[in-house]
């Protein structure tokens, strides 16, 4: 009881943090459930597997209904995605296999210097509009980035938007179209991802059940509920400040949380 409350609690913050910040909830998630679930009965090896799992099965939820409302604005490209999401798809299923292979400690790095790069992109605040002069990629290229997209996303288990949005952008897609496609794209890689990390840590003792493989079915249940019932709360907070200040407050919570899981 008490881990499911903690769940809720956690659900509810990521959801407020995604709607105020306007992301999917991955970079809040992860970190939030290692500090959480390293404080309970979870074994350290398996720690930030059972993380990052749990948070790509809620993300599988999550980018699907931000997916719908990108596209009924016109704001998905889905022949890049005819590509690109396959790829992406590949690139996060093989990643799981990647990180259950990989000593926790290990992975926790990797998250801590993901939030870390994202802080800093978000805080540079670099402008792609003077750079969409470039050509669309080509297939080959979408196949190739989006492998490795895939792979990078589903070892930190975020859905992929901080990598895939400035992409696209670079490489000639209108701005509001990058952003809709990328959320697009967190769909083959939080259902790829999460799907993995089922297989991949299938029969793995500790995880917090009911256990589905390295995704504990309760905190599944808790963070994706109340993170979509809390996320309005964070979106109407977002319109009475600046966008430059979230931007900035986001960049430092990332900031704190890289060096959190970098510290020794």
Known sequence: METMIIFLLTGAVAGVMAGL?????????????????????????IVVHVAVGTSLAVIALSSASSTRSHHVRGGVRWDVLAFYGPALALGALIGAFVADVLPGATLKRLVGVSSLLISLQMAVNYRFSDMQN???????????VGGLFGLLSSLVGIGGGS??????ALRGLELRQAVGTAAAGGIPIAWAGAAGYVVAGWGAEGVPSPAFGYVSGGGFVA???????????????AHRLSARALQLAFALLLAAVGIHMLWP
């Not at 809040?28 to 009965?41: K, R, T, Y």
């Not at 990598?163 to 696209?168: E, G, N, R």
């Open 163 to 168: 990598l895939t949005a400035p992409y696209l």
């Open 223 to 237: 963070l994706a509920v109340t993170s979509s019932l809390c996320a309005p709360l964070g979106a109407r907070l």
């Open 21 to 45: 910040f306007g992301v999917g909830g991955g970079m809040i998630m992860v970190p939030a459930l290692i500090i959480i679930l390293s404080g309970q009965s979870v074994p350290a090896d």
């Open 134 to 144: 470039l050509s669309l990629p080509k297939p080959a290229e979408l196949l190739g």
